[in-house]
């Protein structure tokens, strides 16, 4: 086997076999954009592979590469050794290439086993055989663990389920390569460690497995060997037990960890703690969706709410919000008590609320990013007084660089903006409004780490200047690192709620588990 | 309550337990409302209760059904083809000049099912591979056959081949009621699509685009084959139906089948398939398309009313259909 001198590529003495597969020199260009510069990937058989990058590192395109969704400007591809060119999904997968993307892409209306089978349907005299599939489809299933009836059609089940009928039809085909692109964006942890399970099992079979997620600690529980890419070139391919991650976090964002180092917080805001409360919640709630809460939050304060997914937590946001209708209780903005009827009375009242689904609740695809911007105030202004031009120009400018915003082009449109910069441009679209109350639904859901570190920089910042903010993030360090208080819910309802002082994730995920100690307990 | 439990349940718990899948709902719907009309129509009006009536519905809309059936093909994909009104005045005209030229019949036959073919094909791969939208695209075939028409000939061309006539007139006997074998062919036609829908893999396609037509792709499914597919079927259909209707009414006109195309969208909504694609069935649009027919037979039973009741009570019923259509998928989410 021919060692690469440049960039480095590890290989481990005498264990490596032929990889099954091999992407040599591949360059994408799209337009004027080089989207692929001359990036290498190798997979070998029985191992998980994670492809590494910030948002924009070309991952994506990587993978739509290998499927045959792009076709490759330069470069080659060798399965097993020979060369492929693969003009369609239907190509790679003929050999043996099984793709699960992070959007679920199956067919709502059809049921779970023909998800699973579309295209390869068992049959018999010509004939689909429904009684075939569905045993077929229900004996892969089982053997991944998933307890669903397979004639059931698709979308009576949730996300997560969604994504592992994805997954079984990946598997079915018995794929040599199975690329699982960012799979685990929507699962909470149980259902990830199934997934992990899963994932192993398949590798033991000796199954080449790509995965690509942001969670650095998923990749350390499951990857054998990563290739880590940023701006659309290879950095390096390494073995993931002989990187910190630390260095990790180097290599993929390319620049010194002080945006991340800066947010070590101080010690928790206590003296917010006092006077009147800007929002307080009393007993609010809503039918099947949320029992009777009470929060309370002060002046540059940032309570962080921590749970599971379908623990209550977006609902708790909504509700403040007025997004939905509270059935139950009431809720006091700055000791004035209203109901919320709408969000637009809640932005009247300086509330801002951005969604945890960016796709569809937030971001306006075929808009300008200055568009998006400008989307709340001018609602808020009504749409009879149009905003001035001068003061348009003067706002996007001044948030695009203080979000550091890619690209700085207020003519860009919004489709043409990777995760993170859209988050940047919704979280810049409250801020505009200048409210007194942000309640963030997962800002850094799916977003690279830069991204992530930047906008959590910018929230402390705004805490410290005054505002309050509700965040809610499934990632507990992220929620630890932020928050002046904690809220834990679980089952639709608040079950502790207390001081972040030194909690540790630990604790948290004791307390959702419900092994805690109750409130006021020393814990030492 | 474990014992009553324990017990094996009769066949009246199975039937009162039984619940029918959401999805069955809308054409469990159409069928009672088509049971319901003949019932309310046989308390009023005697005679309405002969079979041979329910048979005459299929004879008398045999055309339809072959139309609705290609039409639900491309509905399910989530498109729509308006061009079929056309190219079934485009067949009659076809065969009633060519047949006037001389030509056997079954080479007539041969040049309209050709014709309609190739129209859905060209149709298809407009709207597939120039990604135009199919109601665009599938207008403009209306125009292209409608004119097409004309060109062949103004006049009203009758048709009095003696093969014509015997396939027109051709009757099989069930005992004391008759059936023509146009209406078995229109059943026929119903039966195929049923089974190439549900059981190989271009009908599971036609749904899976449906539902998804980026999922369907990225899962290696065959879909131009089947996008494009859909209007060729139609196509053939509307020429089959055009035939048909060719034989039901002996001439060839350029006026005949004005707005036939809606009367088999109707047929296609109120039995029960999504506009948007993915879901129904054609022994809905076959259910559809015996619903329409049994307003016209109901009103020309009752006699006192107007011919345009028969357009206000299917507008009527296609706004109902689509109103419980929308609740019902509104429910699931």
């Known amino acids: 086997m021919t060692q690469m001198t440049e960039p480095d590529v590890v290989t481990a003495p005498g264990t490596d076999p032929q990889p099954v597969i091999e992407m040599r020199d591949i360059s994408i260009t799209f337009g004027a954009v080089r989207a692929l510069d001359e990036v290498s990937l190798r997979l070998f058989p029985g191992e998980v592979h994670a492809l590494m990058g910030e948002n924009g590192a070309g991952k994506s395109t990587l993978i739509k590469a290998l499927t045959g969704v792009y076709t490759i400007d330069e470069g080659t591809v060798l399965v097993e050794g020979e060369s492929h060119e693969f003009h369609s999904p239907a190509a790679s997968q003929a050999a043996g290439i099984s793709t699960v993307y992070q959007e679920v892409n199956l067919v709502p209306n059809l049921t779970v086993a023909e998800n699973m089978l579309l295209g390869r349907e068992p049959r018999r005299f010509g004939a689909i055989s429904v009684r075939e599939m569905n045993r077929r489809a229900r004996r892969t299933l089982l053997h991944l663990g998933v307890d669903i009836d397979p004639r059931s059609v698709l979308d009576e089940h949730p996300i997560a389920v969604q994504q592992l009928v994805a997954i079984a039809r990946a598997v079915d085909v018995e794929a040599k390569v199975l690329i699982l692109d960012e799979p685990t964006s929507s699962l909470d942890a149980d259902e990830v460690e199934k997934l992990f399970t899963v994932m192993r099992r398949l590798r033991d079979e000796g199954v080449a497995i790509v995965f690509v997620s942001h969670f650095l600690d998923q990749i350390y529980e499951i990857a054998d060997r990563m290739t880590i890419l940023r701006n659309g070139r290879l950095v390096e391919e390494r073995m993931v037990a002989e990187t910190t991650q630390l260095e990790l976090v180097r290599l993929m964002i390319g620049r010194e960890l002080e945006t991340l180092e800066r947010l070590d917080r101080e010690a928790p805001n206590t003296e917010a703690e006092s006077g009147t409360p800007v929002l307080k919640a009393v007993g609010l709630g809503r039918k099947n969706t949320l029992e009777a809460t009470d929060l309370e939050l002060f002046e540059g304060e940032v309570v962080g709410i921590a749970g599971l997914l379908g623990s209550g937590r977006t609902e708790l946001a909504r509700l403040l919000f007025g997004a939905d209708h509270a059935d139950t209780g009431e809720l006091t903005v700055r000791s004035e008590k209203r109901r919320l009827r709408s969000p637009r009375h809640a932005i009247d009242r300086r509330i801002a609320f951005s969604s945890e689904d960016r796709k569809a609740e937030g971001v306006v695809q075929d808009l300008t990013v200055a568009d998006n911007m400008l989307l709340a105030l001018q609602a808020s202004r009504g749409w009879l007084r149009p905003i001035p031009q001068a003061t348009r120009t003067k706002l996007v400018t001044e948030y695009i660089k203080a979000l550091d915003i890619r690209p700085a082009d207020p003519t860009a449109l919004m489709r043409n903006l990777s995760g993170g910069n859209q988050q940047k441009v919704l979280l810049a679209r409250w801020l505009i409004t200048q409210p007194d109350i942000l309640i963030l639904d997962e800002p850094t859901r799916g977003i690279d780490i830069g991204a992530k570190a930047q906008i959590q920089a910018k929230v402390a910042e705004l805490a410290a200047q005054g505002m309050s903010v509700v965040f809610i993030s499934a990632e507990l360090e992220e929620v630890l690192r932020l928050s002046d208080r904690l809220v834990v819910m679980r089952d639709r309802r608040k079950i502790d709620e207390r001081r972040n002082d030194d909690v540790s994730v630990r604790d948290v995920l004791e307390i959702i588990a419900g092994e805690a100690h109750p409130e006021g307990d020393p814990h030492a | ?333």
């Not at chain 2, 209707?245 to 195309?261: T, V």
């Open chain 2, 1 to 333: 309550m474990s014992t009553v439990t324990a017990r094996p349940d009769s066949a009246w718990d199975r039937v009162k337990d039984f619940t029918p899948p959401p999805r069955y709902i809308p054409i469990i719907a159409t069928f009672a409302l088509f049971v319901g009309l003949f019932g309310v129509g046989g308390m009023r009006y005697d005679g309405l209760t002969d079979p041979q009536v329910l048979i005459s519905l299929l004879i008398d809309n045999a055309f339809l059904i072959v139309l609705g059936v290609g039409m639900t093909f491309v509905i399910l994909t989530g498109g729509i083809d308006l061009s079929v009104g056309s190219v079934v005045a485009l067949s009659t005209m076809i065969a009633a000049k060519t047949l006037q030229m001389g030509w056997s019949p079954y080479l007539s036959i041969a040049a309209v099912l050709l014709t309609g073919t190739v129209l859905g094909l060209l149709m298809g791969l407009l709207i597939h591979y120039f990604d135009i939208q199919p109601f665009i695209a599938t207008l403009a075939g209306l125009f292209l056959a409608r004119g097409l028409t004309y060109l062949i000939s103004v006049e009203s061309i009758s048709i009095n081949n003696s093969t014509f006539s015997e396939l027109a007139f051709g009757t099989v006997y069930l005992g004391d009621y008759y059936i023509r074998w146009t209406a078995l062919l229109a059943l026929a036609v119903v039966a195929i699509a049923a089974y190439v829908l549900a059981r190989t893999r271009f009908g599971r396609t036609v749904y899976a685009i449906g539902g998804s037509e980026s999922s369907a792709m990225l899962m290696g499914l065959r879909v131009a084959f089947t996008k494009v597919g859909v209007y060729v079927i139609s196509g053939f259909c509307a020429a089959l139906a055009g035939l048909l209707f060719s034989l039901y009414i002996l001439s060839g006109n350029s006026l005949h089948a004005i707005g036939m195309e809606l009367d088999a969208i109707a047929a296609v909504v109120i039995g029960g398939t999504l506009l948007t694609g993915g879901r129904g069935y054609v022994v809905g649009t076959l259910l559809g398309v015996l619903v329409l027919g049994a307003i016209k037979t109901l009103i020309s039973f009752d006699g006192t009313l107007s011919s345009y009741w028969i357009r206000i009570i299917t507008g009527v019923l296609l706004l109902t259909f689509v109103v419980v259509q929308r609740f019902a998928t509104r429910r699931q989410q």
